[in-house]
Nanobody
Framework: VQLQAYGGGLVQAGGSLRLSCAASGDIFGDYALAWFRQAPAKEREIVAALRWGGGRYAYADSVKGRFTISRDNAKKTVYLQMSSLDPEDTSLYYC??????????????????WGQGTLVTVSS
């Protein structure tokens, strides 16, 4: 599966932004789709993940209650709705996929397909 992320931009602290990740190719029910982010000089970290067929939604503690991951099966698109944004959320955001949901969903090394990053900048 190939992924293309878009929707990043500049937003003020406290604002909202929605990222999209469009997938091409076949996606099956047990696929895991995830959002990661990477700030300068920092390691890539998980933001959120879901199971394409439903039943699994997972979030990093740092974004719980502020970010929501969702999908549109017909459009083969995964979204990341971000609210109450903080300058600490400034990062390159990446979407990623693997063929099967895993309990190790936090680990970037588990994912085999990656989209290009989309930059989110939160100003104070």
């Amino acid at each position: 599966v190939q992924l293309q992320a878009y929707g990043g931009g500049l937003v003020q602290a406290g604002g909202s932004l929605r990222l999209s990740c469009a997938a091409s190719g076949d996606i099956f029910g047990d696929y895991a789709l995830a959002w990661f982010r990477q700030a300068p000089a920092k390691e890539r970290e998980i933001v959120a993940a879901l199971r394409w067929g439903g039943g699994r939604y997972a979030y990093a503690d740092s974004v719980k209650g502020r970010f929501t991951i969702s999908r549109d099966n017909a459009k083969k698109t995964v979204y990341l709705q971000m609210s109450s944004l903080d300058p600490e959320d400034t990062s390159l955001y990446y979407c990623a996929a693997r063929i099967r949901w895993t309990t190790n969903w936090r680990s970037a090394s588990e994912y085999t397909s990656w989209g290009q990053g989309t930059l989110v900048t939160v100003s104070s």
